[in-house]
């Protein structure tokens, strides 16, 4: 019997996703092998933002084919992208505005962050946007909003899910979502490349593994399973209501993708001299 960690999302659990998982988690077993689940992921790849975590908690390694065979790939799951929020009195309409104002008063203009992906993010904004701002940490993302709420800071970059109410109930103001197109549930809100910074994109996303000692065969029944509840319409209406997406892509796709991201946010992390964690 394997124990395999599977990483939920930081979305809201429903039945719908339970059961899927109970589905999953019976059939798992007929073949052999024990599920567990963990809101934090048994891994640190399994967490949101895994590419951040590897750049910047713990050393940042120089290979990446060091860094990676503690565990196997099994299947991309979702992503969900970012809101550029500022206080809803906040003069700044639109992301110009902002730039604008963070270029007359360089390191003045502060952003909220709770963890180091949305640190990154902020980094990434300053650098497309060819700015310098100043990062204020709080201890969780919650924080970093209330913060905008109450207007301590100027802005911060949030996941979609955690903010989306807050923007319809106008307590708070998008710029931008931070995805390559609108999303549905914010038609008004534009998206940070529409809005003048070229190429920018970030998304929170999950993806699925085991441990690499983990049998090649258990490893390619798991990556099916889960590839299974990928494809079925429930799955995809429950994240798209939400504002999340589903991510298509197998074993090698996700570790393809998830070495890109890594090199991507190394970039970030080197160019802001962010000292690791």
């Known amino acids: 019997m394997h124990s395999i960690f599977y990483a939920y999302s930081e979305l809201p659990e429903t039945s719908l996703i339970c059961n899927l998982w109970f589905d999953f988690a019976l059939e798992a077993r007929k073949h052999g092998c024990e599920l567990r689940s963990s809101m934090d992921g048994g891994l640190p790849a399994l967490k949101p933002l895994s590419g951040i975590v590897w750049v910047v908690v713990g050393k940042l390694v120089a290979n990446l084919t060091e860094s990676l065979p503690v565990i196997s790939a099994l299947t991309m799951l979702t992503r969900a992208p970012n809101l550029l929020i500022v206080p809803e009195s906040s003069p700044y309409m639109t992301v110009a505005d902002l730039v604008n104002k963070a270029k007359e008063r360089p390191s003045e203009l502060n952003f909220g962050y709770g963890s180091a992906g949305y640190q990154l993010m902020a980094e990434l904004f300053n650098q497309t946007a060819g700015v310098q701002t100043t990062g204020i940490s709080y201890?969780?993302?919650?924080?970093s909003v209330n913060a905008v709420l109450t207007r301590s800071i100027d802005f911060a970059f949030v996941e979609i899910t955690s903010a989306i109410e807050l923007v319809k109930s106008s307590k708070v103001?998008?710029?931008?979502?931070?995805?390559?197109?609108?999303?549905?549930?914010?038609?008004?809100?534009?998206?940070?490349?529409?809005?003048?910074?070229?190429?920018?994109?970030?998304?929170?996303?999950?993806?699925?593994?085991?441990?690499?000692?983990?049998?090649?065969?258990?490893?390619?029944?798991?990556?099916?399973?889960?590839?299974?509840?990928?494809?079925?319409?429930?799955?995809k209406e429950f994240y798209e209501k939400m504002g999340a997406e589903v991510m298509k892509g197998g074993t090698q796709e996700m570790e393809s993708f998830q070495k890109a991201e890594i090199e991507q946010w190394r970039h970030v992390v080197e160019l802001a001299k962010i000292e690791k964690q």
């Open 139 to 143: 201890k969780g993302a919650s924080e």
């Open 173 to 235: 103001r998008a710029l931008a979502l931070s995805s390559d197109k609108r999303s549905p549930l914010l038609p008004n809100v534009p998206t940070a490349m529409e809005s003048g910074l070229k190429a920018y994109t970030a998304y929170v996303w999950v993806c699925a593994a085991v441990s690499a000692k983990t049998p090649k065969k258990e490893t390619a029944i798991l990556s099916a399973l889960l590839t299974k509840i990928e494809n079925m319409p429930e799955t």
